[in-house]
């Protein structure tokens, strides 16, 4: 029979860590309700993570659960999470969204749109609540790459525009107004007043993050939405060659002007794999990407190979994030949203904003 109790479950629990912040994770307040049946060698605890995609779930469970172990108890562990963000003063726009995040690309044809779109389904089925905005005025894929609606944009009895729903998440795209064979012809006057119609006079839901998918460059379309939103960070996307990296610098340059910090560099692209023989081929060079992300002191985010099951994905209107949800690739974008969550996670810090726990996050293990 043991003889813990709960002072001495939570003293063993204080030595579990949480690598994004170096600290305890009953320091930073994440074990809640601690109760111990000595009696029955059983004990009970929420856990309460910042993110529902933490990266270093599995090892804190692991080590909470072998922490109970080591006092002969058998711990029956609720996991749950609520979601930080930061919210500026005097910025009143998108307070339904608790976090921004900005994938962006120095230069066009790297697969921003394709990162953009599984990097938000991901966070998506990690359990979090998602949108994804195509502010990608000029070329709006979105709508292509995540097929039918599973209900389509419309406009609520004030007249202001409801997102369209793709696989659980929200959706909002200039694509949804325009023929799509038509050309869009704008100066940048316009192109602010759209961006800024679909910050404004979007009806939202409740967003524990908010993918906003920009055009390539350094343009208009980048500077309106530094100056509407509240972006939390960017997540650059390059392939490893030259030509790309060098635009990737500006990139960078342009949103360490604008003040919004970097979450990191992914590279796409990185090599190819052949499916037959096994054969490794880097068909853009290998690598560039890391090296880059080190030489501007940013965080790199991961590589992901070229795979026929991506393009497919993206073409049929079936991401491969939930097209092919087993397939290894699929898993690469699940850990890339995991290692984004948690960026966004410590730029915040623990206890942030005014999260609150979002429904359907709750996991009874």
């Known amino acids: 029979m043991s003889t813990a109790n709960v002072e001495l479950l939570q003293a063993a629990f204080a030595k579990v860590q949480d690598p994004l912040f170096d600290k305890d994770v009953v320091g930073l307040g994440y074990v809640k309700n601690v109760t111990v049946d000595a009696s029955a060698n059983k004990a009970t605890a929420e856990l309460v993570l910042p993110t529902p995609a933490h990266p270093h779930q599995t090892p804190i469970v692991e080590g909470l659960k072998a922490a109970a172990t080591s006092l002969g108890l058998e711990l029956a562990l609720k996991i749950s999470a609520v979601v930080t963000g930061r919210l500026k003063p005097g910025q009143d726009r998108m307070q339904a969204a608790k976090n921004i995040i900005a994938v962006a690309a120095g230069k066009g ?4 749109s394709t990162v953009a779109t599984n990097l938000a389904l991901a966070l998506r089925q990690h359990g979090a609540s998602v949108g994804l905005l195509d502010a990608d005025v000029y070329g709006p894929s979105v709508p292509t790459m ?7 944009a419309g406009t609520t009895a004030g007249q202001r525009l409801t997102p369209a729903v793709y696989w659980g998440i929200q959706v909002m795209s200039v694509g949804f107004f325009v023929e799509r064979e038509g050309a869009v012809v704008w100066r940048g006057p316009m192109v602010h007043k759209l961006l800024q119609q679909f910050v404004q006079d979007v009806d939202w839901r409740e967003l524990d993050y908010l993918i906003v998918d920009l055009p390539p460059g350094t343009g208009d379309a980048q500077l309106s939405l530094s100056q509407l939103i509240p972006i939390t960070g960017a997540v650059i996307v390059t392939t490893p060659q030259e030509i790309a990296l060098i635009d ?6 342009m949103f360490k002007k604008v003040e919004i910090p970097i979450l990191g560099v992914v590279e796409n692209m990185s090599y190819y794999t052949c499916p037959a023989c096994g054969h490794h081929d880097e068909i853009f060079s290998r690598g560039g990407g890391k090296t880059l992300a080190a030489d501007l ?19 049929s209107g079936r991401p ?11 898993k690469t974008f699940m850990r890339l949203a995991a290692t984004v969550a948690g960026e966004i996670t410590k730029l915040n810090g623990p206890n942030a904003g005014t999260g609150r726990r979002a429904p359907g996050l709750v996991q009874i293990r």
């Open 109 to 112: 044809g790297v697969g921003k």
């Open 146 to 152: 995540l097929g039918e609606p599973d209900s389509p």
């Open 248 to 253: 990737v610098v500006k990139a960078v340059s």
């Open 297 to 315: 002191k940013v965080p790199f985010l991961g590589e992901i190979p070229i795979d026929t099951k991506v393009r497919y994905g993206g073409d």
């Open 320 to 330: 491969i994030v939930v097209g092919a949800p087993d397939s290894e690739n699929a």
